[in-house]
């Protein structure tokens, strides 16, 4: 069985502050690890994804995450937050070969100007 | 593409009542997934499918929850009799072998 844990549900930054948010996961087999953001009344858009090749992962709008094995950690980092980041976001994990995902309960960012 | 489609956006029903969530993914992507968002509950998977046909259904929350595929374009899902714990969001999602999922609008769904 496989399962997120995400600390905070809720995380508050000045901007041009540090962004982290935290994930851990469970997985009995090699993982793979998304993070999803969600904007008010819409849908979930990806924004970066593990599959076992690097380490330290790139994603869209200035957002990385690094794997660490050690840890069973996924953290989500951005060096400087802009008011647009304000949203909720979500880790999720898979089983390779199950495409079907598990959620975090998700982390409410605020972004104070 | 125009992405994953859902309709419709928002619906507001009666207890009792049936109700009808409709699925359109992406084309070419041949998995499609219903996730179910709720404040107490999350994000949580109802039913997977896999080349139109259902992989894991085990997150149906009972009997009153139905999901069909009829073909790769298209996906319902159904509540009957539906009742005021249903309300949620719900989301349909759909991928391919080589792609991570892509998930629609949602549906908000209220039932009074």
């Known amino acids: 069985a496989q399962s997120v844990t995400q600390l905070g549900s809720h995380v508050s930054v000045s901007e041009g502050a540090l962004v982290l948010l935290r994930c851990n996961y469970s997985?009995?087999?090699?993982?793979?690890l998304f993070w999803y953001v969600q904007y008010p009344n819409q849908g979930l858009q990806l924004l970066l994804k593990?599959?076992?090749?690097?380490?330290l992962v790139k994603g869209i709008n200035g957002f990385e995450a690094e794997f660490k094995k050690s840890e069973t950690s996924f953290h989500l980092t951005k060096p400087s937050a802009h008011m647009s980041d304000a949203a909720e976001y979500f880790c999720?994990?898979?089983?390779?070969?199950?495409?079907?995902?598990?959620f975090g309960s998700g982390t409410r960012l605020q972004v104070q100007p | 593409d125009a992405g994953v489609i859902q309709s419709p956006r928002h619906e507001v029903t009666e207890m009792g009542q049936e109700v009808t969530l409709r699925c359109k993914p992406i084309?070419?992507?041949?998995?499609l997934f219903w996730y179910r968002q709720t404040m107490m509950r999350g994000l949580e998977l109802l039913i997977y499918?896999?080349?139109?046909?259902?992989?894991?259904d085990s997150g149906m929350p009972e009997d009153r929850f139905s999901a069909k595929m009829p073909n790769a374009s298209f996906s319902t899902l159904k509540i009957q009799p539906s009742e005021p714990r249903d309300s949620a969001v719900y989301f349909c999602?759909?991928?391919?072998?080589?792609?991570?999922?892509?998930f629609g609008q949602g549906t908000r769904l209220t039932v009074v």
């Open positions: 499918f896999n080349n139109n046909v259902p992989i894991d």
């Open positions: 999602a759909s991928s391919s072998e080589s792609t991570e999922a892509f």
């Open positions: 997985s009995s087999v090699p993982p793979y």
């Open positions: 084309s070419g992507h041949n998995s």
């Open positions: 593990y599959t076992s090749a690097a380490t």
């Open positions: 999720a994990v898979s089983e390779t070969g199950r495409r079907a995902l598990t």
